[in-house]
Each structure stands twice: as structure tokens, then as C-alpha cells.
């Protein structure tokens, strides 16, 4: 993996200095940003379709809380401030667990269940940072709940290539199978599909790209990108197809736009707020593009 | 019957025996004990919430019932199954070409069909007259519509054992006679096959057996046998108090 890194960056570092690429991109920082902007955003645009398909929008917001105590309990434990992964991946991975095993045993709505966990963590979580914050520098801090491109180093590349990797596999063999066990979990059974192991997989998979997300689009925010470009693409589309190559391309865009404009206009925005509001744009327009649709069908092919 | 040269049947029979099933401390079924026929067409009545889902789920080995369900298997028998409902977002972009591709394979739906379950899915589409409906959306469709997706659906592979939880609800009298010709054909192949019918009429003109359950056997045998008014009359009546006490 770190040569893969290795052997890109100076070749595009040369581009960059001979004119073929826009110049901003030999500083490595800019570079950095934008690799992980272009596999992020098609990563988390598709798996994003799963999430609305199986309505677990709330779910994974209550995922991204966790990485903000997960941040916490790592700073407590003495890992470094900007990439805590242990903690992060530890914690969240075991959070997202215990709220799908707790669904699966108990007669609880989703909804309420989901609600308790969110708090449990936010209260574990602003309870620790409060105390660490005492002794480190709180502006550290908004780099992971806010995402910020300055800091995204190769460690980060390095675990966003895997985890995507891992994230891209699973998807793309288990998407029917997945889909089919929200629509009935009895006829995918009857079908010889493992209805609880897709669950969990499902989960684990929300939780790592969420994990992974964290230095670029911060803790507060991943959740978005999983949730406002399938919807924008749901607008447009009517057929799978469109629903998942729109909801990438959509996500990609917002990823590369959120990280390029602030860059360029020297705004000093953190990058995951940037991020969200394009992704809102995209949101808004395609709404009204929806409704333009409604009012006037003989638009209907656009 | 004839059965001088006739095959044997393709599908199972099934035995139950003393099944029972108890959810959150709620006794749902009780000692329910009889057989379907391997190759018959053997529906299921009950009054609402009687508990024949729940006895289909058992049979399907998805709840976790006491008691003994033996199917006479073959190797290589294929189970279809159409269920009672779907339960998705009905604004979600997936259209009834698009749940069929998912059926048959692991390829996701949004990149392509493989060529060679097109014409599968569109044969079974076919059955069920809804081939001139593929490009539509899944919520777009009437209930009607809806159950005959979900009726091809459980044709793909073509089943051995055939379970219908029922098809018929919120069919109209086309509808039905579409579902009706496919089971007279699949009834010809030989296929067992469980159905839940709420439509006493058409119980007792295609049915081979039928079995009232309502926690416990309340009859079973063929149609002639036990339709009679009066059996019929105390089942439903049983159930109206029933369902009055049932709900607040
Ligand atoms: N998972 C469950 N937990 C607790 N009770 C359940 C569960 N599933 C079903 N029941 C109860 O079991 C009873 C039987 O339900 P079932 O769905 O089997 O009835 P049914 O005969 O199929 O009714 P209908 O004709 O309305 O489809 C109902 O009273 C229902 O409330
Ligand atoms: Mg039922």
C-alpha cells in the first residue's frame, strides 16, 4: 500500500510542475486530500444507496458519534491526537456491534434503541473529552470532528486504500443479498441467503468507511455523505442503475468540489462542513429538478 | 383417481406432527398434526391471526417451533415461496426488473442482467402477465400487481414444493385467474403445494385438502368433506368473537 502511494506521488508531483496538472497539487497535503476525496466519495456514494435502501440512515449517525468518543478514549489512552485508529476502530466496531446484536434480542423498536445508544455514546464521549481537554489543545479537535485536508497524511491514505478495498468487495458481492433481506428477511432466508451475517457484515462495513472518513470529512459529518447523495440520487433516478452511478458520482463531486473551492479561495473552512454543503446543493437542486419533473412530465427524460 | 400412468409426483409430502410454537410467552399454535399429500394442491384457512404464517414459517424452519415438520425430501428440491408482503420504502428507485435480477444473481442489479436469466426473468414475468410492466417502480404497483411479482418471483428456479402465503389478497378477478392457471399448470407437473386462501370458492373448486387452523387444527380433509356450512360457519364464528376481543 505505501508504495502504491509512493510510486503516484512523484509522478504527479512532475505533472503538477510541468504544467499538466493544476499546480496546487505538488504540495503533498493537496495531493493527499484529493486521492482520498476520489476513492471516499464513489466508496461512500454506493455503500450510501445501501444505507437508504435499508433505512439505517439514524443507524449510521449514531456510528459517527461513536468515532467522536472513539477519538476520545484515544487521546485518553495516550494515541496520537490526529489519528487515534485503535481506539477509533476498536470502539466503533464493538459500538455498532452491540447496537445490531442488541436490535437483534430485544423487541425494541429500531428507532428508540438506536436513540439510547446515540446518547449513551455522546454522553461517554463529551464526558472524556471534556476531561482531556484539559490537557491538550482543543483547536486539535476540530480537525477530527470536522475534517480537515491539512492533516491527512499517508497513514490515513493507507487505511482509506484498505478499508475501501475491503468496503468495495463486500459490497459489490453481497448488494442483491443485502437489499433483499430488508425487503423480507423470510423470502431471503427461504432463498439461502444469511439474513444476521449480512446484517453485522453490513454494520462492520458503515462502521470502517465511517472509521476511515474521519480525517477528511470528520467524525460529525461522515454520515451525510452516506445519506444526502443517495437521496439526491433517488430524485433522479428510476432504476437501480441511476439510483447507485448517480449517488457515486454525486458524492465524488461533493468530496472533490468541498475540498478544491475552499482551497482555492483560501476560505479556512474545515473540509467535512464544506463537503456537506455541497452535497446539499446537489440535494436542492435535484428536489427541484424532481418537482420541475412533477409539474411538467414532458420534462420526464433528463 | 387415475393413477394408472400417471409420473410420480415431483414434489414432497409433508408431515406435521404435534407442532407447536410459542412466542413471547403467547401460545401461538398447539398440537397441530396433519399431512399434505406429496403433489397436492392443500390450502390453508383460518380466521386472522390464527397463526398459518406462523406455521408456514415453521415449516421453512424460520421460527422456533416444538414438535416435528417432516418433508419427504428428494435430492435436489427446490422450495418457492411467496410471502405475504414486501416491506421497503415504496419511493425507492428499484423496479420489478430490477427485484427479478436480484432474485437470480449475485452480480449486483445496478450493473447488469446476465444474458441468460433475461429471458428467465421475462418468461416468469410472462406467467403472471406483468412482462409489459418490468420497467416499472416497485411502489408503483398495486397490491394486485405487486403479489403477481411476487408470485413469479417464487417460480425462478421452478419449485418442487410451492408455498403461497396468500397470493390472493388484494387480487382482482383477473389477477386471479391468472394465479389460478399457473397453479392448475404447476398442479399438473405435480407440485405440492401449501397455499393460505382466504377465498372459500376457490378452495373448494381447486384445492386437493384443506385445513383450518386457528391455534389448532380445526378441521382438515378434502374440501368436500369438510366445507360444510355448518364447520365453515363455527370456524368464522369462533373467530368474529375472537378478533373483537383480540382488538382494543
Ligand atoms: N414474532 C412474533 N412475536 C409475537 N407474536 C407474534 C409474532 N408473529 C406473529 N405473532 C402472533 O401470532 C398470531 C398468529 O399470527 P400469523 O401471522 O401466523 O396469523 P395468520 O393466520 O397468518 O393471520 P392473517 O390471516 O392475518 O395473515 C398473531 O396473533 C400474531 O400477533
Ligand atoms: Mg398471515
Known sequence: ?302 | MLTKNEDPPRGPSICFEMVGLCLSNITILQDVSFTVKAGDMHCLIGPNGGGKTSLILSLLGQMPHTGRIAINWTDGTTIGYVPQVLDFDRTLPVTVNNFMTMICQNMPAFIRTKKRYKDIINNALRLVSMDTKAERRLGELSGGEMQRVLFAQALIPFPDLLILDEPGAGIDRIGARVIEEIILVLKKQKVTMVWINHDLKQVRQMADAVTCIHKQVLFSGTPEEVLTTEKVFQAFSATTTNVRRDSP
Open chain 1, 1 to 302: 500500500m505505501v508504495s502504491i502511494y509512493n510510486s503516484i506521488m512523484p509522478v504527479v508531483q512532475r505533472l503538477a510542475e510541468s504544467g499538466w496538472l493544476p499546480e496546487s497539487l505538488k504540495y503533498a497535503f493537496v495531493f493527499n486530500s484529493l486521492v482520498a476525496a476520489l476513492i471516499l466519495g464513489p466508496v461512500l456514494g454506493g455503500i450510501g444507496t445501501l444505507v437508504v435502501t435499508k433505512r439505517l440512515a439514524f443507524f449510521s449517525q449514531a456510528i459517527g458519534n461513536a468515532a467522536l468518543t472513539g477519538v476520545a478514549i484515544g487521546i485518553i489512552l495516550g494515541e496520537s491526537y490526529t489519528s487515534p485508529y485503535v481506539s477509533l476502530f476498536s470502539f466503533c466496531i464493538i459500538f455498532g456491534m452491540a447496537m445490531i446484536f442488541t436490535r437483534n434480542r430485544t423487541k425494541m423498536t429500531t428507532d428508540t434503541l438506536i436513540a439510547i445508544f446515540l446518547c449513551i455514546s455522546l454522553a461517554v464521549g463529551a464526558c472524556i473529552l471534556l476531561y482531556v481537554t484539559a490537557k491538550v489543545n482543543v483547536h486539535v479537535l476540530d480537525n477530527v470532528l470536522f475534517g480537515s485536508i491539512l492533516t491527512v497524511n499517508e497513514l490515513d491514505l493507507n487505511v482509506l486504500f484498505v478499508i475501501s478495498f475491503i468496503c468495495i468487495l463486500c459490497g459489490l458481492g453481497f448488494y442483491n443479498r443485502m437489499v433483499l433481506s430488508s425487503f423480507n428477511p423470510n423470502l431471503a432466508r427461504v432463498r439461502g441467503i444469511k439474513v444476521i451475517f449480512l446484517d453485522y457484515l453490513f454494520i462492520l462495513m458503515v462502521t470502517i468507511i465511517t472509521v476511515a472518513s474521519v480525517k477528511i470529512i470528520g467524525a460529525i459529518l461522515v454520515e451525510a455523505l452516506l445519506v444526502i447523495p443517495a437521496a439526491s440520487a433517488r430524485n433522479l433516478s428510476r432504476s437501480m442503475r441511476g439510483f447507485f452511478f448517480y449517488s457515486a458520482a454525486f458524492s465524488t463531486l461533493s468530496c472533490v468540489i468541498g475540498i478544491v473551492i475552499p482551497m482555492e479561495l483560501e476560505i479556512p473552512v474545515p473540509s467535512g462542513g464544506a463537503i456537506i454543503l455541497v452535497a446539499a446543493f446537489f440535494f436542492a437542486a435535484t428536489t427541484a429538478i424532481r418537482q420541475l419533473r412533477r409539474a411538467y412530465p414532458a420534462l420526464g427524460k433528463i
